[in-house]
């Protein structure tokens, strides 16, 4: 099955814009990217297809700043979509490259790995990862400190993020689940790709855990996921706290617990 397909990636460009406070928005169409200005240089999540991070480089150039000013690019999983771009940036940064300790070797050297053949392409865009994250690390970086939490299912080593956000209407918490796809758990997927069944079961725990964390605004690895291009209409009509919905996160989280019940009754 071929999602679509990254002939034409001009067609995935959007602008870049500002979610809140020190927030903001360099992704395209197709799958999100997020920069943390922290006051003491930037923290950018997830990279996009190696076909795009030219759009989110200069998207980071339209809003001010530069890639040179990263110090931490944090992925949400070793899929092609959100660390295919790493490897050019990492020409571009002295960052330090972080991603679940379990998706290290995708991002190395393990391509059959990164999906790539969901969007018809060979992933060869290697990076060495600086730093595997462990459930309940912490990045501080300026003003922010990034809470890494260990949400194993979508990949064994998706992580999900959490961080505090500032600006003239106050602080909100930022929490972002690094990866909701349940389609990587059907049988046949998990034996082609060498994974364990009990990613299922890592999936609904992974799911329960994140019910501990209160988030103010929700974010995800695809716009449609979290409805970013409506609540971005919403935010240009004027309402600046179009992103912050305290009441969304909980409803989210009940909503992937349903999906995942639908598809895989116990
Ligand atoms: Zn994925």
Same mark, same amino acid.
């Given at each position: ?7 034409? &990636? ?17 992704? *395209? ?12 240089? =930037? ?10 991070? $030219? +759009?989110?480089? @200069? ?6 700043? #530069?890639?040179?000013?990263? /110090? ?12 295919? !771009?790493?490897?050019?940036? /990492? ?19 393990? !391509? ?9 392409? *060979? ?19 300026? *003003? ?24 003239? +209407? ?6 972002? +689940? ?8 059907? @049988?046949? $997927?998990? #034996?082609?790709?060498? =994974?364990?069944?009990? =990613? ?22 695809? &716009?449609? +996921?979290?409805?970013?291009? &409506? ?18 996160? &909980? ?10 019940? @639908?598809? $895989?009754?116990?």
């Amino acid at each position: 099955m071929t999602i679509r397909k990254l002939e034409e &990636p001009w067609r995935f460009y959007v602008e870049p814009f500002c979610v809140y406070g020190n927030l903001y928005s360099v992704g *395209n169409r197709g799958v999100c990217s997020w920069l943390i200005d922290t006051g003491d240089g =930037l923290i950018l999540i997830d990279t996009t297809f190696p076909q795009t991070v $030219y +759009q989110t480089v @200069d998207s980071i150039y339209r809003l001010g700043f #530069a890639p040179a000013d990263i /110090r931490y690019v944090l992925h949400t999983h070793g899929h092609c979509d959100h660390m295919g !771009g790493s490897r050019s940036m /990492r020409d571009l940064t002295q960052a330090t490259f972080c991603i679940g300790a379990e998706d290290v070797d995708v991002c190395e050297h393990r !391509g059959e790995m990164s999906e790539a053949e969901l969007y018809d392409m *060979n992933f060869t865009a290697y990076f060495t990862v600086d730093k595997a994250l462990r459930d309940g690390d912490t990045l501080t970086l300026g *003003n922010t400190e990034v809470l890494c939490v260990h949400t194993p299912g979508h990949t064994p080593g998706t992580m999900s993020y959490f961080f505090d956000i500032t600006g003239e +209407q106050g602080s909100f918490r930022v929490g972002m +689940q690094g990866g909701p796809g349940i389609h990587t758990l059907v @049988d046949d $997927y998990l #034996a082609a790709h060498d =994974l364990p069944k009990s =990613l299922r079961a890592s999936y609904i725990e992974s799911v329960a855990r994140l019910r501990q964390e209160r988030v103010d605004i929700h974010l995800t690895g695809h &716009p449609g +996921q979290s409805r970013i291009f &409506p609540r971005k209409a919403t935010l240009d009509e004027g309402d600046s706290l179009a992103f912050v919905d305290p009441g969304r996160w &909980p409803k989210y989280l009940d909503y992937l617990e349903s999906c995942f019940r @639908d598809e $895989y009754p116990a």
